[in-house]
C-alpha cells in the first residue's frame, strides 16, 4: 500500500471518530439541555421557597438526570394564568388552586403533605390578645386576596361577627412573610397566615411573633403536588415516586418534611381534590370577579 493510501486512510478514520465523537456529544448536550420546572405558588418569598425547596430538586435531578428548577410567580393570578397555561411541568400549590389545576386544566394529582395546614392569627410578641373580637377596629394583614388562607380568614372573621371595612381594615399583602413583617413593623395589628407557612420562616421572624388563635374549621393540605398533562404517565409515575422516596427514605427529605410541617407526604388522587371543591369554586368566583 502506498504511502498516499496510508495516508488517506488514516485521515478518514480521524474524520469518522470526529463525527461519531461530535454525534454522541450532541446527543448528550440534548438530553442535558432538557429541564423540569417546578412551579411553586408565591406563598413565600422566592427566594425562601428556592431555598427551602432546594435539597428536594437536587434528588430529583439525580433521579431523572435532567436539570430540575424551582420557580415561581410575582403573584398569585400570575401563578394560576400560568397554570392555565400549562407553563410548569410540576406545580405545588394550594388546595383551592390544586383543585382548579386538576377540574378546568387536566393537571394530575400526584401527592400531599400527610399534615393539614390552618389559619392561624399571630400578633406581636408582646401584644396582649384574648378573643377574635379584639381585633374590631384594628388593621388586619393577609397575604394575597387569592390565596386561600386570605379566604379562610375572611370566613373566620365573620363567623365572630366581624365585617370587613367595617370593624376592621384589611390589608392584603404579596405573600405571608410580607404580612407578617406588617406585625412585626407595627404597620399591622394581626396577621391571619397559615401555620405552615411560618415554620417555614427565618427564626429571627418567628421569634417576634406569637400565634393566639388557631381556626380548626379551616383544616385543609396545605398543599397539593400536581403533574402536567402534557408529561406522560410514565414520567409522572416517575416524578411521583422519587418525591415520595425522597420525603419517605432520605435523611434530607425526612428533614425537609419536618420542617415544611408536612409530616411526610401520601398519594392523593382525584376522590381526594374533589372534597377541596368548596375552596376551588371560590377561587374561582375571585378570578372572575377581578378580571
Not at 407595627?186 to 407557612?197: H, L, T
Not at 419536618?258 to 409530616?263: F, M, P, Q, R, T
Amino acid at each position: 500500500m502506498g504511502a498516499h493510501n496510508v495516508v488517506r486512510i488514516t485521515i478518514l478514520k480521524i474524520f469518522a471518530s470526529t463525527l461519531l465523537l461530535t454525534c454522541l456529544l450532541t446527543a448528550h448536550a440534548t438530553e442535558s439541555a432538557t429541564s423540569i420546572e417546578i412551579g411553586i405558588a408565591p406563598f413565600l418569598p422566592i427566594q425562601t421557597l428556592v431555598k427551602n425547596y432546594g435539597p428536594l430538586r437536587k434528588y430529583l435531578q439525580h433521579q431523572l438526570h435532567e436539570n430540575v428548577t424551582i420557580i415561581s410567580a410575582p403573584d398569585y393570578r400570575t401563578f394560576y394564568k400560568r397554570i392555565e397555561q400549562h407553563t410548569y411541568p410540576v406545580i405545588i400549590t394550594p388546595a383551592n388552586s390544586a383543585y382548579l389545576a386538576w377540574h378546568d386544566s387536566a393537571y394530575v394529582p400526584l401527592l400531599r403533605p400527610l399534615a393539614n395546614t390552618q389559619p392561624v392569627v399571630v400578633v406581636a410578641k408582646d401584644q396582649p390578645f384574648s378573643y377574635l373580637s379584639d381585633l374590631r377596629g384594628k388593621t388586619v394583614a393577609m397575604p394575597d386576596a387569592l390565596a386561600i388562607v386570605s379566604m379562610q380568614g375572611l370566613q373566620m372573621l365573620r363567623d365572630a361577627g366581624l365585617k370587613t371595612g367595617y370593624d376592621f381594615t384589611l390589608k392584603n399583602m404579596q405573600n405571608h412573610r410580607v404580612a407578617v413583617n406588617f406585625v412585626i413593623a407595627g404597620e399591622a395589628d394581626a396577621a391571619i397566615v397559615s401555620d405552615r407557612a411560618i415554620m417555614q420562616m427565618p427564626d429571627s421572624v418567628r421569634a417576634q411573633i406569637k400565634i393566639v388563635y388557631t381556626w380548626k374549621n379551616g383544616a385543609a393540605p396545605g398543599v397539593v403536588y400536581l403533574g402536567s398533562p402534557k408529561l406522560s404517565q410514565d414520567k409522572l409515575k416517575l416524578i411521583k415516586k422519587s418525591i415520595l422516596e425522597f420525603a419517605q427514605n432520605t435523611p434530607e427529605g425526612i428533614k425537609l418534611m419536618h420542617e415544611l410541617g408536612y409530616v411526610g407526604l401520601e398519594s392523593i388522587a382525584e376522590d381526594g381534590l374533589k372534597s377541596l371543591a368548596p375552596y376551588g369554586n371560590m377561587l374561582k368566583t375571585a378570578l372572575d370577579e377581578n378580571k
